[in-house]
């Protein structure tokens, strides 16, 4: 199971970015999934994130911003952020609970992570 992040880049403040990102592999189901991002030298901190039914939930400092899609049927993600400041500056992940088929035997949970995306806002 992989996630692949696109999307990121070089934008001005008060400019937009649409990321994405895709779940492909042996997959059974997903629940949570959604976008942390890191700017250096912070902790990870939640962007927006959504339950298989819908349920989003985003970070107080993107509210209003930020718009999170979720497509079940494509295992995918997206997150379109508008009005973008310098301090939305940081690297975005992918994250996501993923049900996997072990063997022929079973179904096990796990968390997985994208590899990132740089997001950066000039001022």
């Known amino acids: 199971v992989q996630l692949v992040e696109t999307g990121g880049g070089l934008v001005q403040a008060g400019g937009s970015l649409r990321l994405s990102c895709a779940a492909s592999?042996?997959?059974?189901?997903?629940?949570?999934m959604g976008w942390y991002r890191q700017a250096p030298g912070k902790e990870r901190e939640l962007v927006a994130i959504s339950t298989r039914h819908g349920d989003t939930k985003y970070g107080d400092s993107v509210k209003g911003r930020f718009t999170f899609s979720r497509d079940n049927a494509k295992n995918t993600v997206s997150l379109q952020m508008n009005s973008l400041k310098p301090e939305d500056t940081a690297v975005y992940y992918c994250?996501?609970?993923?049900?996997?088929?072990?063997?022929?035997?079973?179904?096990?949970?796990?968390?997985?992570w994208g590899q990132g995306t740089q997001v950066t806002v000039s001022s």
């Open positions: 592999g042996s997959i059974f189901s997903i629940n949570a």
């Open positions: 994250n996501a609970d993923i049900q996997v088929q072990i063997g022929n035997t079973g179904l096990e949970w796990y968390e997985y």
